[in-house]
């Protein structure tokens, strides 16, 4: 059943209209009012952190800035993401959902991405599938829906078993769009992991067949199977050579199945990006944005490297004496096990691409293409050297606000963008690259 859903999606999506570079605003709505001395003594501060530390009070002022700026971003142009799927100090989020049916209904403009929900941890994708319907219909057609697999803290919180996680992600998705695309009465699924004798969604979504599908992963491996199904690969934080590696093996794994090639629409890159009036001043404030990395990517090993099923076994040993190093010799998974037995040595798994950027510095992350900071100008130059090192891209997913950045900063940065960035990226089309 797998394998001919794959075949329509691929082709359906495909067939999309493109349009001219998209510009997206993530913000996962942190929690950085933590002190430090606590941050220092957890293990992981996602996984372990005591909620008694968040003020619902202060979270409920946060809810409030976050949702405004993203109804800025419905009058100045740019898409939203609601993010994200964690739920801790990195992002108060967790329910991902809800903010989805809130912005559907708020916004009246902006393109909304779901990145996303934890399918492969949620016990009952149809119901999955039953929410972005909905949201779909309330936004009038305005959905996009992104697949993240979950880390090792999330699989912990859901009692969920890390080794058999990919598959369970990969069945989700096909019964999800088995659900929103099946119009003529109930239907039944049998699956590994999944049984349903009777789905049949009220309503149906907005878009036909579906609202375009994405994922976010980063691993060769995982790209592969995202290019044959012809949805969206977003990449984060993964600088020009991950990017580049991923969307080859994309564009690879379609010629192999005999698919239609793509244009830079399927593919999305997610970055910090800050626009002050100067240079000087748009490094300073949007190096605020490491926090994200310097603060809340601290995790155990048990949540990452030893985590059952995150490496193969060929490396296990390797991966499991050394600690992560900046030129990880590494998994080829995503680090919960996509790719397994298919280790490349070159490429970084999540945990420890995370491990390499908890100290990284405001210099070093705009030198990898991670932060894009400055004035109009010197960001937008930015981002044109990182787009033609990639070989071009379709989306660009901003993260505008973490750590300590002032609900005023985050506006202003975010006026700055529209006005003197967002039309100079609107100019640049679609191209299908071999």
């Given amino acids: ?164 996680n990919v598959e369970r992600y990969w069945e989700a998705i096909d019964l999800i769009i088995k659900a929103l695309t099946s119009h003529d009465g109930p239907f039944r699924w049998e699956g590994k992991y999944f049984t349903h004798r009777h789905v049949n969604i009220w309503p149906p979504p907005w878009q036909r067949p579906h609202p375009r599908l994405w994922a976010a992963t980063g691993d060769p491996a995982t790209a592969r199977e995202v290019g044959r199904r012809g949805m969206v690969n977003v990449m984060v934080l993964r600088g020009a050579e991950g990017a580049k590696r991923a969307w080859a093996a994309y564009r690879q794994a379609r010629e192999e199945a005999g698919l239609p090639k793509v244009s830079t629409d399927h593919f999305g890159y997610a970055a910090f990006v800050y626009v002050g009036e100067t240079h000087e001043e748009g490094v300073e404030i949007g190096s605020k944005l490491l926090w994200f990395l310097n603060t809340s990517l601290k995790s155990a090993p048990q949540y990452s490297k030893f985590l059952p099923g995150a490496v193969p076994p060929e490396l296990a040993p390797q991966v499991y004496r050394t600690a992560p190093k900046p030129t990880a010799q590494t998994t080829g998974t995503d680090g919960n096990g996509a790719g397994a037995g298919k280790a490349d040595k070159s490429i970084a798994s999540a945990s420890q691409n995370a491990a390499t950027l908890i100290g990284i510095t405001a210099e070093q992350a705009m030198a990898r293409g991670i932060l894009f900071a400055g004035s109009p100008d010197t960001v937008y130059q930015q981002l044109m050297e990182f787009y033609d090192q990639v070989g071009g891209f379709g989306h660009l997913v901003m993260i505008g606000r973490s750590g300590f950045m002032t609900h005023a900063e985050t506006e202003k940065g975010l006026k700055l963008f529209a006005k003197e960035v967002l039309p100079r990226l609107r100019e640049i089309a679609p191209v299908t690259v071999g």
């Avoid at 996602?46 to 009070?57: G, I, T």
């Avoid at 202060?58 to 898409?79: K, P, Q, S, T």
């Avoid at 809800?98 to 996303?116: D, E, V």
């Fill in 1 to 164: 059943m797998a394998a001919t859903w794959v075949e329509v999606i691929s082709q359906r999506m495909v067939l999309k209209k493109e349009e001219p570079m998209d510009v997206w605003f993530h913000n996962e709505n942190p929690y950085p009012f933590v002190p430090q001395d606590v941050l220092d003594r957890v293990d992981s501060v996602r996984a372990s952190l005591p909620n008694k530390y968040c003020d619902p009070k202060i979270a409920a002022d946060l809810f409030e800035e976050v949702l405004d700026e993203f109804m800025l971003c419905d009058d100045l142009g740019i898409n939203v993401v609601a993010i994200e799927h964690h739920g801790g100090i990195n992002s108060l989020f967790g329910a991902n959902p809800l903010i989805l049916g809130i912005l559907a209904r708020q916004t009246r403009r902006a393109r909304i991405l779901s990145l996303g929900t934890l399918i492969s941890l949620r016990p009952d994708p149809v119901r999955v599938a039953e929410e972005y319907a909905t949201a779909d219909v309330i936004s009038r057609g305005r959905l996009e829906i992104g697949f993240v697999k979950s880390g090792g803290s999330e699989m912990a919180s859901n009692n969920a078993n890390p080794v058999n």
